[in-house]
């Protein structure tokens, strides 16, 4: 046997069974992570819970590429602990794999690093047959390294549609308009112009695609915005 391993429990056996002869399938809900206590142990079949589970979660994925997988991400903001064992769940939280994993460490921010961590295992061990391949979107997560980049792209105009208020609304008003310095130019009253309302956008957010009128890919001293127009 090799040193890291999964195998189907006694509970996962007679629920794999039990699907196979009414034609129904087995609700995976859950991944476990444990540290086992501080020491390695090879897992059995008898077991019906972790040696020591630190996370629990909901399972995101269940799919194949190779061989029949379930997939969990453990967040940034949990760990202090060693993952040793890894366990999979149905809805009735009945233990159906257990598995010996290699030693691996999940920081927490105050101890100077994070970082997030999917959990990957393989399902060999249980018919396909009887499992349901899911990718719920409700409970998928946005990895901090996902989000960082989408607000450098705001920051900078890289997003085709999309640029934060916050730059142009200087008077802190909530709307890019006449009283605003914008790129270097100034608005006056010279002039009153129609644009249309903006689209339904992200709260603190304008559309490039309303108010930029010469297309360069930002609002600047060329645009006409509300009620002013630029010298």
């Keep these: 046997m090799p040193e890291f391993y999964s195998l189907i429990t006694n509970i996962g056996i007679q629920r794999v069974n039990e699907a196979l002869a009414a034609g129904t399938k087995i609700d995976l809900a859950f991944i476990a992570v444990g540290d086992s206590n501080g020491a390695y142990y090879e897992p059995d079949i008898e077991q019906a819970s972790l040696v020591n589970e630190c ?4 399972i995101s ?23 040793r064992e890894i366990g999979v769940f149905d809805s009735e939280d009945n233990l159906l794999i257990i598995g010996k994993q290699p030693e691996t460490y999940k920081p927490v921010e105050g101890e100077g690093s994070i970082k997030e961590l999917w959990v990957k295992v ?4 249980i018919n396909p047959d009887v499992i349901e391949l899911k990718i719920d979107p409700t409970i998928q997560m946005a990895s901090v390294q996902y989000v960082q980049n989408l607000f450098t792209s705001f920051q900078n105009h890289t997003h085709p549609d999309l640029m934060p208020i916050w730059l142009y609304d200087t008077n802190s008003n909530g709307v890019v308009d006449s009283c605003e310095f914008v790129d270097g130019g100034e608005f006056t009253d010279g002039q009153v112009i129609t644009i249309p309302e903006p689209p339904e956008v992200p709260e603190l957010i304008m559309s490039t695609a309303i108010y930029d009128q010469n297309n360069n890919g930002i609002v600047d001293e060329a645009e006409n915005i509300d009620a002013g127009e630029f010298n």
């Design 55 to 58: 996370w629990r979660g909901e």
């Design 122 to 125: 393989i399902l060999e061990a």
């Design 61 to 83: 994925e269940i799919g194949v590429d190779s061989q029949l997988y379930a997939k969990a991400l453990i967040p940034y903001d949990v760990g202090g602990f060693y993952i």
